[in-house]
C-alpha cells in the first residue's frame, strides 16, 4: 500500500506484516530524497544509523520483542536538541561542537531510543531556537510544504515541515513562546507544549531557562499521546524536572467530552495583523465538532493578555542574554542579525524588571486557576492568520498573528491541532490548553475532533507518499 501515514497507522501495519520498519524509513529518506532540496527540513541525515535501527526493530518485532508502538517509528529531533550520530549545532556557527558530543542523546531522545523509536536525523530551527531564517548563514531557510514561498514557522521549523512532508512520522520540538503550536499551526499538523516540568529539558540547548518545554509534534493528538507517554517522567538531571505519576496517555483516549466545559476567548483584540478572513469560519466549525462531541462552549476572557504575552518576551530575552552574554560580546558577527538584535534586547531588561516579570507570572497563574474553577479547557485560535511568506518575516508578520506565548508565562499545557485552509491555501489551527498536568484532557479533545474530521490528514502538495511495503 501506499499511504500518508499517522505514527498509530504506521505502528498498526508494522504489528500485521503489511511494511517494515526499513521499508517505512526508507520511504521517510525518498521523501527527504525528493523535496528537502526545497523544503530546508534536515541539517543532518542519519540514514546509515537509522537503517540499522529499523533492521533492528524488525528483527526484535518479528522475535516477538515489543518496545510499545514507537518501536520501528522514524522519528526527527530538532537541533537544539543533543542525540548521537550526529552534532548539534542548534543552527548557528556559535555552539562548540564538544557541547553535543559530551552529552551524547539528551534524556528525551535517549527515552524514544529505548522504546524503539528510530531517529532519521536533526531538523532545521531558527538560530538557538529565536531569531529569523538569516540567508547570510550558511543553514537552509526552513519553506512551508504548502507553498514553499512561505515559512515554515518557528523555531521547530524542520520537525513541523518534515513531519508534514512525510519525511519522518514525527519528532521532538521545543516551545519557548510557541515554537512547537507556531509551526505545528503552519505546516497543517498537531504538537502538544506540555506542562512545564513534565519533560526533562536535559541536553537541549536553553533559550529561556523558566520557559522552555521539549515537546511532541506529529499528525494527529493521538499520535502525540504516544510520543509523550515515553517522553514525560521526572529526571534528575534536569531541576524543573517535576516528579509526577505520568498517566497513559493512549490508553485514556475516549474520543467523547461528555461533561466538558470548555471555556472559548476567540481573541480578536488581540491580533495586530488582518486575520485570515475564514478564520472565524474554521474556529466556528472546530468549535461545533467539540460541541458535538459532548462539550458545553462557555465564553471567557484571559485576562492581562498582553501583559501575559509580555511577560513571556521580556523574561525570555533577560534569561536567554545570560545564556549568550559573553559570546554575543565577542562574536557578534557569527550570530544571525535577527538572533543577534533579539537576544541583545535582554540587555534593556533591569534586575528589577525581571524580578516584576517573576512576580506578575505568579500572579497570572492565580488569576489562570481561577478561571479553571469554571472551565476544564480553554480554546482560542493558535494563530490569527496562515504561514506569512519568506520575503515577508519580520517580528511583527510573525509575533503579531500568534497566541501561543500567554500559555509559556503560565506553564499550563497547550495543544494545536489543524482545523482546515484559510484564503490563501495555507493551514489555520485551534489551540486547546488544559490545567497544570491536564495533558490528558487536552490530548483527548484534540483526538475527539480528529474522530470526527479529516482536517490532519489532509497533505500538502509538497509532500511525497510514504510507500508501505512488506
Not at 365 to 377: H, K, N
Request: aromatic content about 6%.
Amino acid at each position: 500500500m501506499d499511504e500518508y501515514l499517522t505514527i498509530t497507522e504506521a505502528a498498526a501495519a508494522l504489528r500485521s506484516g503489511a511494511t517494515t520498519s526499513v521499508a517505512l524509513t526508507s520511504a521517510c529518506f525518498a521523501a527527504a530524497d525528493a523535496h528537502d532540496g526545497a523544503l530546508g527540513v534536515y541539517l543532518a541525515r542519519f540514514d546509515e544509523l537509522a537503517l540499522a535501527a529499523a533492521a533492528k526493530a524488525d528483527e526484535e518485532l518479528a522475535a516477538g520483542v515489543d518496545r510499545g508502538p514507537l518501536h520501528g517509528i522514524p522519528l526527527g529531533v530538532k537541533d537544539i536538541i543533543a542525540a548521537e550520530g550526529g552534532p548539534t549545532t542548534a543552527q548557528s556557527l556559535i555552539l562548540d561542537p564538544a557541547w553535543g558530543e559530551g552529552i551524547g542523546d539528551a534524556v528525551v531522545v535517549a527515552r524514544l531510543r529505548a522504546a524503539g523509536a528510530v531517529i532519521t536525523g536533526k531538523s532545521s530551527t531558527m538560530e538557538f531556537a529565536t531569531g529569523m531564517p538569516d540567508p547570510e548563514k550558511p543553514f537552509p531557510i526552513p519553506r512551508n510544504p504548502w507553498n514553499p514561498e512561505h515559512w515554515a514557522g518557528g523555531s521547530s521549523s524542520g520537525t513541523g515541515s518534515g513531519v508534514a512532508a512525510g519525511m519522518f512520522l514525527g519528532g521532538l520540538g521545543t516551545d519557548t513562546g510557541g515554537s512547537i503550536r507556531c509551526p505545528s499551526a503552519f505546516n497543517g499538523i498537531t504538537g502538544l507544549k506540555q506542562t512545564f516540568g513534565r519533560v526533562p529539558k536535559s541536553g537541549c540547548v536553553p533559550l529561556g531557562y523558566s520557559y522552555d518545554h521539549i515537546g511532541p509534534m506529529a499528525r494527529s493528538a493521538r499520535d502525540c499521546a504516544i510520543m509523550l507517554g515515553v517522553m514525560a517522567g521526572h529526571d534528575p538531571s534536569d531541576a524543573t524536572s517535576v516528579d509526577m505519576p505520568v498517566p497513559d496517555y493512549t490508553a485514556g483516549l475516549t474520543g467523547s467530552l461528555e461533561g466538558v466545559r470548555i471555556g472559548v476567548d476567540l481573541l480578536e483584540d488581540h491580533a495586530r495583523n488582518p486575520a485570515d478572513p475564514v478564520l472565524d469560519g474554521r474556529i466556528a466549525a472546530a468549535l461545533e465538532v467539540l460541541r458535538e462531541a459532548g462539550a458545553t462552549l462557555i465564553p471567557l476572557r484571559l485576562p492581562f493578555y498582553r501583559e501575559a504575552r509580555d511577560a513571556t518576551i521580556i523574561g525570555a530575552m533577560a534569561e536567554a542574554l545570560a545564556y549568550h552574554r559573553t559570546d554575543l560580546a565577542g562574536r557578534w558577527a557569527d550570530y544571525g542579525a535577527a538572533t543577534r538584535a533579539i537576544v541583545a534586547t535582554g540587555t534593556f531588561v533591569t534586575g528589577a524588571d525581571y524580578v516584576q516579570v517573576q512576580r506578575f507570572r505568579r500572579h497570572l497563574c492565580r488569576e489562570v486557576a481561577t478561571l479553571f474553577g469554571d472551565v476544564d479547557l480553554i480554546a482560542t485560535p493558535t494563530a490569527a492568520a496562515g504561514a506569512p511568506r519568506i520575503d515577508e518575516l519580520g517580528a511583527d508578520a510573525v509575533l503579531g498573528n500568534l497566541h501561543t506565548q500567554y500559555w509559556n508565562s503560565t506553564g499550563h499545557p497547550a495543544l494545536s491541532i489543524p482545523i482546515g485552509l484559510g484564503a490563501t491555501g495555507l493551514p489555520l489551527a485551534l489551540q486547546l490548553v488544559g490545567r497544570p498536568f491536564g495533558e490528558l484532557a487536552v490530548l483527548d479533545a484534540g483526538h475527539a475532533v480528529q474522530r470526527r474530521t479529516d482536517w490532519h490528514l489532509a497533505r500538502p502538495p509538497l509532500a511525497a507518499p510514504v510507500a508501505v511495503a512488506s
